[in-house]
Structures are given as structure tokens and as C-alpha cells.
């Protein structure tokens, strides 16, 4: 069974950028049609996709965050990393990574971390 | 984007009550519906994938079904582990999207 750990900064200033890895243990990142997500909850609120990694690499970014979001893969230390640049408030959320198999049924997260909340305040 | 509403937004009910809730996609998204359970200060977990099939390990009380643009989450009989918040989501298009949850709360 997978298991899934971010760990990074939880405050970050306006205009600065937000770091965040995905600690994978139980199983590899390199796994056959795995894909690897970022997903994120405001304060009180519903849940936004920011977006995900293929397990050789391919990336999707949510449009409404792509021109800041960059999501990539450390095969040699089994975790993957999330940047967002030029953070606001709105950015203010519990950030949680996640795993999606692959094959005909895309899509569908079926181990989530247990989440890291990210509050952006000078 | 496809846009998914949930309806109730909240509901309470009692132990041992059946509770539906109904989430609707803005564009048909054949079976490509999924539903998360979320208690509090928790991550989602996952219920059913492809509108019905139940996750591996999950109780055979919840039940899904539907599909096109209308989809049914059922809880067979409310067991107190089940009160919690839950959330319908689209992977038929990127960017995949949530409903807004629906809170289950005790009556």
C-alpha cells in the first residue's frame, strides 16, 4: 500500500514561490502507468486540481494556475515536487499530493497524502 | 470546464437511514464519475470510481450509479463513521473537477 507525505515551508510570503514535495513510500514513482498529482483545498472550501506527472514524465497543469505551477519528479529519492511562483492569498490552501493509476480508468486518486496547509502572509 | 453540482449541499440524517446524493455534470461525462469521503482535518478518501465500481476496501453499503450528466452517491443504512463530508468528481475532461461536497451531518 502506497503512502504518501508532503513536507515544505507553511508560510510563504506574497510574490515568493511555494515549494512542496511528496515524500512515495511502498512502492516506486517509476511504476508502470502511475500518475502523480497535486490537488489543493482553501480554508473551508471545496478541492482545486492543480495538476500531475506521468510516471516517465509527461505533465498536465490545470489551466487556470499553468503559467505558475511546474510539477517534476526525483526518481532517485522516490518523491515528486510542486513549484508555484508569485503566490497570493488566494493561493492559502491545505495542498495534498496524490497517486492515480493509469490504464483505461484515469483519473480517480487512490492514495492521497494527508496534506500540508500553505498560508501566504507577509 | 466541466462544472459538477451537488445536491444536497447538507443533509442530516440518523443512524441507520438510507441517504442519496445526487451530483449533476454540465456536459455528459459517460461514466467518468468518481466519489470521496473527507472527514474532518483528513484527505478525501476514495468510494467508488466509474460512477459503481467500489473501491477495494470500502463498505458495500455505498453504492453509486448513473451516468451521462446524472449520478447518485447511496448510502445503504448511515453507519457514525459515515458523517463526513463527500465530493463528486469529473475525470472524463481536464482539467478534472470537484463538486462543492455534501456534508452529512447527525440528526
Known amino acids: 500500500q502506497l503512502q504518501l507525505q508532503e513536507s515544505g515551508p507553511g508560510l510563504v510570503k506574497p510574490s515568493e514561490t511555494l515549494s512542496l514535495t511528496c515524500t512515495v513510500s511502498?512502492?516506486?514513482?517509476?511504476?508502470?502507468?502511475?500518475?502523480w498529482g497535486w490537488i489543493r483545498q482553501p480554508p473551508g472550501k471545496g478541492l482545486e486540481w492543480i495538476g500531475n506527472i506521468y510516471y516517465r514524465g509527461g505533465t498536465y497543469y490545470n489551466p487556470s494556475l499553468k503559467s505558475r505551477v511546474t510539477i517534476s519528479l526525483d526518481t532517485s529519492k522516490n518523491q515528486f515536487s510542486l513549484r508555484l511562483t508569485s503566490v497570493t492569498a488566494a493561493d492559502t490552501a491545505v495542498y495534498y499530493c496524490a497517486s492515480l493509476p493509469g490504464g483505461n480508468i484515469v483519473g480517480r486518486v487512490d492514495y492521497w497524502g494527508q496534506g500540508t496547509l500553505v498560508t501566504v502572509s507577509s | 470546464d466541466f462544472q459538477m453540482t451537488q445536491s444536497p449541499s447538507s443533509l442530516s440524517a440518523s443512524v441507520g437511514d438510507r441517504v442519496t446524493i445526487t451530483c449533476r455534470a454540465s456536459?455528459?461525462?459517460?461514466?467518468?464519475l468518481n466519489w470521496y469521503q473527507q472527514k474532518s482535518g483528513k484527505a478525501p478518501k476514495l468510494l467508488i470510481y466509474s460512477a459503481s465500481s467500489l473501491q477495494t476496501g470500502v463498505s458495500s453499503r455505498f453504492s453509486g450509479g448513473g451516468s451521462g450528466t446524472d449520478f447518485t452517491l447511496t448510502i445503504s443504512s448511515l453507519q457514525p463513521e459515515d458523517f463526513a463530508i463527500y465530493y463528486c468528481?469529473?475525470?472524463?475532461?481536464?482539467?478534472?473537477?470537484f463538486g462543492q461536497g455534501t456534508k452529512v451531518e447527525i440528526k
Open positions: 456536459q455528459s461525462i459517460s461514466n467518468y
Open positions: 468528481q469529473q475525470s472524463y475532461s481536464t482539467p478534472w473537477t
Open positions: 511502498g512502492g516506486s514513482i517509476s511504476t508502470y502507468n502511475y500518475y
